[in-house]
């Protein structure tokens, strides 16, 4: 389990992240300028369909400006700074590579949404968080570099409060293997592409009802 993690770590060890960032915001204007989310728009949707995709699933989770949400696998943070400046909820983001969530901070400081938003550094399958606490929990591309499907679903399930929705959007397998090098792995070593109806099947196995 430590082996899998520490690849999928290693993948994105992105070091100097947010030197790198720095370097490239400087294009907006000095450090003390603050950022909108919107220009960050095309670098922290670290997804397919950026942004757009975002907006969709935060639309079908029903979050409200009264949700708690979690967004596991947080990156750097593109999507929880969006749901906080488009909902006005509480943002908690935790994700497993310390200089991405470094980055996120930094962003997120940019952005003066630090009081609204947060970051941890923590693994999706041990969550650092009590039983019942989130009003929605979010998934983006993440699931295909988690192995124990199982556990991730459950660790979801475990922190929501019980009504509570958990919004996914993943990639999955489709006509057979893919070919590597791919955006979320190199080799197939930190890659674990579920079909789509086996991967409803594993969320729902946790206790989760599908509503669309
Ligand atoms: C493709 S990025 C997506 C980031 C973000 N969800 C987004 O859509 O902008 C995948 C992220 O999942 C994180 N990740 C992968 N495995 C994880 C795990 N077991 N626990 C927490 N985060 C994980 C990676 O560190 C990376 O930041």
């Not at 993943?170 to 592409?193: C, F, I, M, N, Q």
């Amino acid at each position: 389990m430590t082996d899998r993690l520490d690849g999928v770590r290693d993948h994105y060890r992105a070091t100097g992240l947010t030197e790198r960032l720095k370097a490239v915001l400087a294009a907006f204007g000095p450090e003390d300028q603050p950022l909108t989310p919107q220009q960050l728009g095309t670098l922290d949707q670290f997804h397919t369909r950026g942004l757009a995709a975002t907006v969709e699933l935060a639309r079908l989770a029903g979050i409200t400006a009264g949700s708690a949400v979690l967004d596991v696998g947080s990156g750097v943070g593109g999507p929880a700074r969006f749901l906080a400046a488009a909902y006005g909820c509480k943002v908690t983001g935790v994700d497993l590579s310390e200089p991405f969530v470094d980055a996120a901070r930094y962003l997120t400081t940019r952005t003066g949404q630090s009081a609204q938003v947060a970051f941890q550094t923590a693994s999706a399958l041990e969550l650092p968080f009590d039983d019942a606490r989130f009003d929605v929990v979010l998934l983006q591309h993440v699931a295909m570099n988690i192995a124990d499907r199982a556990q991730l679903y459950r660790e979801m399930r475990r922190v929501l409060k019980p009504g509570g929705r958990f919004a996914t959007y993943d990639v999955v397998l489709k006509g057979g293997e893919p070919h590597y090098p791919l955006p979320w792995a190199r080799t197939p070593a930190t890659s674990w592409l579920l079909e789509a109806g086996v991967t409803r099947e594993a969320i729902e196995a946790a206790g989760f009802r599908t509503l669309t």
